[in-house]
């Protein structure tokens, strides 16, 4: 336990994506580490988030002792969320960056990605004490709802900035000559003879020579940007199918007038829920 949060650690100061590290090319990230790791950070999060089905019990708002099973079922399918999400979307993101002429591997990018995840769930679990106090205060489930959603976005845009620093220092190395250009002199204008005052002197025309070459420094940048433009794409599809996955996989709070379930049947879609329960959180029929 102590190795992981090490781990972890290392992770979260930069350390293993600091320019020193990825020096070359690849990130020292041991998925025999970090799997788990992930696992257990979303584990934590899920636990905070069936705090609602418990505090309902407590107060016998919900006096099914079923729903003391929403905890547990949250605590097993928030991490099994992230990880059916990258299994989903991971091909998908190598064939872009094989395309786009990405440089990382099968493993160097699974490595990234896992490290990404852990991120997200690292900062997720960081959250959820503050889930837990809003779940004790409060017995709105829309509201519940959308707070979930709002600590998951936050978590995920910091794991996308982290995505993106770790892509930038993984790009190769910055060229600093792209091409070298003559430079030329004007043409200048040589007399052949000296002229009279009945015949005017004869002058020659000398071409551009050629004194030094001028060095025109690359794009910089070119090589982050092409991977930026792959990931930006992947983000949205993993946003997407994450999404959805999260409502396949539903319930993970566990609904006041609902009896427990592992999974509801299939109906609807994550976002026209989105918008039910703020429709109801600010009383919009």
Do not use: C
């Not at 991120?119 to 959820?128: E, I, K, Q, R, T």
């Not at 709802?145 to 998951?152: K, T």
């Not at 071409?207 to 940007?225: E, M, N, Q």
């Amino acid at each position: 336990m102590v190795a992981l949060l090490k781990q972890l650690d290392e992770l979260l100061r930069g350390r293993m994506t600091s320019p020193e590290s990825l020096a070359d090319g690849r990130m020292k990230l041991s998925l025999r580490w970090f799997v788990p790791l992930a696992a257990g950070l979303g584990m934590t999060f899920g636990f905070f988030m069936g705090w609602y089905a418990i505090s309902l019990y407590w107060s016998g708002t919900a006096p099914e002792p079923e729903r003391l099973w929403q905890v547990l079922a949250s605590t097993v399918k928030l991490p099994l969320l992230f990880l059916a999400t990258l299994v989903v979307t991971f091909p998908s993101l190598y064939v872009f960056n094989a395309l786009f002429g990405g440089k990382a591997g099968f493993v160097d990018t699974l490595r990234l990605l896992v490290g990404a995840v852990t991120v997200n769930l690292a900062v997720a679990a960081s959250l959820g004490p503050i889930l837990g106090f809003f779940t004790l205060s409060t017995t709105s489930y829309s509201f519940m709802v959308l707070l979930n959603v709002a600590l998951l976005t936050i978590a995920g845009f910091v794991a996308l900035g982290f995505l993106l620093q770790t892509l930038r220092r993984l790009a190769p190395p910055k060229v600093e000559v792209a091409e070298r250009i003559p430079r030329m002199t004007p043409p200048i204008a040589t007399p052949l003879h000296g002229g009279t005052a009945s015949a005017p002197p004869e002058f020659q025309v000398v071409g551009p020579a050629v004194t030094d070459s001028t060095i025109v420094p690359a794009d910089r940048d070119l090589a982050f940007g092409r991977a930026r433009t792959v990931f930006q794409i992947w983000v949205l599809i993993y946003a997407l199918v994450g999404a959805q996955m999260g409502w396949i996989l539903r319930p993970f709070i566990g609904h006041p007038g609902l009896p427990f379930e592992w999974f509801r049947t299939r109906s609807g879609n994550f976002f026209q829920a989105v918008i039910v329960n703020i429709q109801n959180l600010l009383g919009i029929n």
